[in-house]
């Protein structure tokens, strides 16, 4: 059976394609088929299809017959104009409710006509139309994902749903942003789409923590509808990141001595990590090391601070290796290198290197004496040392070398004033505060033999009692050395001289060691007044250095003389008479006796006096000088011839004394004198005696000079044997040098000299002082308390200052 098939062409929206199929039916009644299509979700009202037109039905044979559509359900969606002979929608028609994913979807129903009755078969196809879009089952998902996990982990399996069909459904699906996703699109074995995220690229959570994605299905409808789903992904972390130090090397600067606690620096690291992957702890490396380092570094905050002794002078850096370490075990190290700042805590230090004492004090000017180290340990300023020592001392110093210091001379030394120095060497550091030390040496000055020995007295006075015991020490010089021990060591010698052509050695002896002087032999005063010694004062230096001084010696004289009378001359036959005449005056001299003492002073002072003076005396005698004079008038009474004994004493201790006899005659005429006298003069015994006297005087005269002539020449013949013996003798003696010194008189003190001289007239004395006399008194002033002042007496009792008148008047008798 043929079968027609019309097209209809409806403009709904867009394109539409209706199918009109009219099938014809051989039978007894009219039967076709129609089929329309129409695409869902048309507004009520719309045409379907011109069904009367499409069945060749005039619309009003339709009316008649009553045309009606015959259906169980589609009669609800679908209905007829019958003014019209069209199709209409009559409901709104949702393919998806009424086919779901079936297709082709279509409602059917049928057609009736009656008179005659027709049956028309009818089909309405209900095309899709793309009115639903993709959906996911959620819109919205959170993932976590480990930062470590490998690329090709596939994260999600998702599929979108599409209520269209065909190509309105479901086509696939993009994801944004791809890169560290992606996605796959897979077909299930029912044939659904679904799709499949996973990673492409690694993960790191410290850049990107969340990621937010957006999975969208598409469908194939114009347009084209989609859904999304916005997936955010939480990267998880993982210990992924080690600790770093934000420094690769820290420096930093602490001073010396610091306290401890003083934070020195800081060091940190960053772990990019989190939680515990993140929380990062220092330490020094190695934990048994830690002690030895003044620094603690504290664990949490970084801070290194002191912990020990800081000193610049024993570790002028230190060089910490510092680990940090996260939970998760990673860790890092870096450097600290810490600065130690100098301070200035450490005082220069004197070392003396080298030191000669003692110097010999003739060193020049300029000797090297001692040289000194001085050390700071500061560094920089803080070691820079200024060297300086006490004033006023012969010595100065230089700097030779770099902390070294030359102790110099500087003048003349001189021990005998400073025979030691102590030099304090100052050494003050430039720092702030100076901090400053000293040292002290000593320095002895040694000697040097420049001194000579220096007598106390450049001539010294001394005096020995005459008669004095050989051996006797009377005198001691002393001279005194300024020079040090052996330098100083005097030694005393006699410098060798002549005295009375004898050598001074055999009258005085000199002790070496003590300058004491010995008598070597007894003295005469009578002899020998005074004589000169020099006496030399050596010193034990070499080469010795020596002075001398002079000694001037008195003999001091002892009573040891009585004294002697001159006048008148005493014979055993004296004939010597004085004459008084009778009519003499009182105070009439009759003589004088004259005496002289070889002693002085008042060994020599004579004083007179008579012995056995008669009741009445008539005469007296001058206690000092001797004369005989009358005190009374003479009577008739008095003999003629009297006989005076004198007695004539010496004022020494005790004294000694001499007797005289004076005969007086007291007479008016020569003849009763010579009357009285012959008495007691004998003549023949007077000549005997005068004779012999004569011959003796002139025996005697002759032998001795004939003695003294042969003694001269003896003398002189051993004076030049000894000389030579001495020469010869004189190259093996030690070195004791002798001088043969000239004898000279040296100055006398407080002379005062007299001579007494006997006048012409024999009636008066003069007493007058006179020029010095050469033998004189000496005053020794080494003998303090005993000067004495002597007067000599020069009595005018030598044969010479007798009057000759005196003595012819004698002769006359
Ligand atoms: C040097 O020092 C010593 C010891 O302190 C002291 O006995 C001496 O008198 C001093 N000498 C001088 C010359 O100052
Ligand atoms: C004694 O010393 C003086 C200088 O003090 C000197 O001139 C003289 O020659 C010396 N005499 C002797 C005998 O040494």
């Known amino acids: 059976m043929p079968m027609k098939q019309v097209e209809w062409k409806y403009g709904l929206g867009c394109r539409m394609v209706k199918q009109a199929f009219v099938v014809f039916l051989l039978f007894g009644v009219a039967v076709g088929q129609i089929r329309y299509s129409i695409p869902e979700e048309m507004r009520k009202g719309s045409l379907v299809g011109n069904i009367a037109q499409d069945l060749g039905l005039d619309p009003t044979r339709m009316k008649k017959g009553g045309a009606r559509i015959v259906s169980d359900e589609s009669g609800d969606f679908i209905e007829l104009n019958l003014d019209k002979g069209t199709l209409v929608v009559k409901d709104r028609i949702d393919r998806e409710q009424l086919c779901g994913q079936t297709s082709p979807c ?74 560290i996703f992606n996605i796959k699109t897979q077909t299930s074995l029912s044939g659904g789409k679904y799709v499949e995220v996973f990673l492409n690229a690694a993960l790191d959570r410290e850049k990107e923590d969340t990621l937010i994605l957006t999975l969208t299905a598409l469908d194939g409808g114009n347009p084209q509808k989609s859904g999304s789903m916005k997936i955010t992904i939480l990267v998880l972390d993982t210990n992924d990141n080690v600790p770093v130090f934000t420094q690769s090397m820290y420096k930093a ?210 005096s020995i009692k005459e008669n004095n015991p050989a051996g006797m020490s009377f005198f001691s010089v002393s001279a005194r050395d300024d020079d040090w021990n052996q330098n100083a060591r005097i030694s005393y010698f006699l410098i060798d001289s002549e005295f009375n052509g004898n050598p001074i050695s055999s009258y005085i002896s000199v002790n070496a060691d003590s300058g004491v002087l010995h008598a070597v032999r007894a003295f005469d005063y009578e002899q020998t007044k005074s004589f000169k010694v020099h006496i030399k004062a050596q010193d034990g230096g070499s080469p010795p250095l020596a002075s001398n001084t002079t000694l001037q010696i008195a003999v001091l004289d002892e009573n040891d003389n009585a004294p002697q009378v001159l006048y008148p001359v005493q014979t055993s036959s004296s004939m010597v008479a004085e004459i008084v005449p009778r009519s003499a005056d009182i105070g009439y001299l009759v003589t004088k006796v004259v005496a002289v003492d070889v002693d002085s002073g008042q060994n020599a002072w004579l004083s007179y006096k008579l012995q056995k003076a008669a009741d009445r005396p008539l005469f007296e005698v001058g206690a000092q000088n001797g004369e005989i004079r009358t005190v009374r008038q003479v009577t008739d009474k008095d003999a003629v011839k009297q006989k005076l004994t004198v007695i004539v004493e010496d004022n020494g201790q005790p004294s000694r004394s001499a007797t005289v006899t004076v005969n007086v005659a ?103 002082p006179m ?43």
Not at 786 to 807: G, L, N
């Open 106 to 179: 279509s409602l059917s129903f049928e057609l009736i006509l009656l008179n005659p009755m027709q049956l028309h078969s009818v089909i309405v196809e209900i095309l899709d139309v793309n009115d639903n879009s993709p959906a996911f089952k959620a819109n919205e998902i959170q993932l976590e994902i480990l930062e470590s996990a490998l690329p090709g982990t596939r994260i999600l399996q998702e599929s979108a749903t599409d209520a269209d069909v065909g190509v309105n459904a479901l086509q696939g699906y993009t994801l944004t942003p791809t890169g």
């Open 253 to 462: 600067e602490v001073v010396e001595n610091a306290v401890r606690g003083t934070s020195v620096t800081t060091v940190s690291a960053s772990d990019a990590d989190e939680g515990s992957y993140g929380l990062v702890s220092y330490h020094f490396p190695h934990l048994f090391d830690e002690k030895d380092e003044p620094f603690t570094i504290d664990e949490h905050t970084g801070v290194i601070t002191v912990a020990g002794d800081i000193d610049y002078e024993k570790n002028r850096n230190y060089e910490l290796t510092i680990q940090a370490k996260d939970q998760g075990g990673h860790m890092d190290s870096t450097k600290v290198i810490i600065d130690v700042i100098d301070v200035n805590d450490n005082e220069p230090v004197i070392t003396l290197t080298s030191f000669s004492s003692p110097v010999s004090e003739d060193s020049p000017s300029g000797t090297t004496v001692a040289i000194i180290n001085v050390k700071d340990l500061d560094s920089g300023i803080n070691g820079k040392v200024d060297c300086s020592i006490n004033k006023n001392i012969p010595f100065s110093i230089q700097s030779s070398l770099k902390n070294y210091y030359t102790l110099l001379t500087d003048g003349h030394l001189d021990r005998e004033k400073n025979s030691e120095y102590n030099i304090t060497f100052t050494a003050v550091d430039k720092g702030e505060p100076h901090l400053a030390s000293n040292k002290t040496i000593n320095i002895k000055v040694s000697d040097v033999n420049d001194n000579a020995p220096v007598f106390a007295q450049s001539s010294y006075s001394a």
């Open 666 to 768: 007291v007479a008016d005429s020569f003849p009763e004198v010579l009357s009285e006298f012959t008495e007691f003069t004998h003549d023949k015994d007077y000549n005997n005696n005068l004779t012999f006297f004569l011959l003796l005087a002139l025996i005697v005269v002759s032998i001795l000079f004939i003695f003294s002539v042969i003694a001269i020449i003896s003398v002189k013949i051993y004076r030049w044997r000894q000389r030579k013996l001495f020469y010869k003798s004189a190259n093996n003696l030690p070195v004791i040098p002798y001088y043969p010194t000239m004898y000279s008189d040296g100055t006398l003190h407080h002379t005062y000299n007299y001579e007494m001289c006997g006048t012409t007239d024999s009636r008066m004395t003069d007493v007058k």
């Open 771 to 813: 020029r010095p006399y050469s033998q004189s008194t000496l005053v020794s002033l080494s003998r303090p308390g005993t000067v004495q002042r002597q007067q000599k007496q020069q009595q005018a009792a030598d044969a010479d200052d007798i009057s000759p008148e005196v003595r012819f008047e004698y002769f006359k008798y």
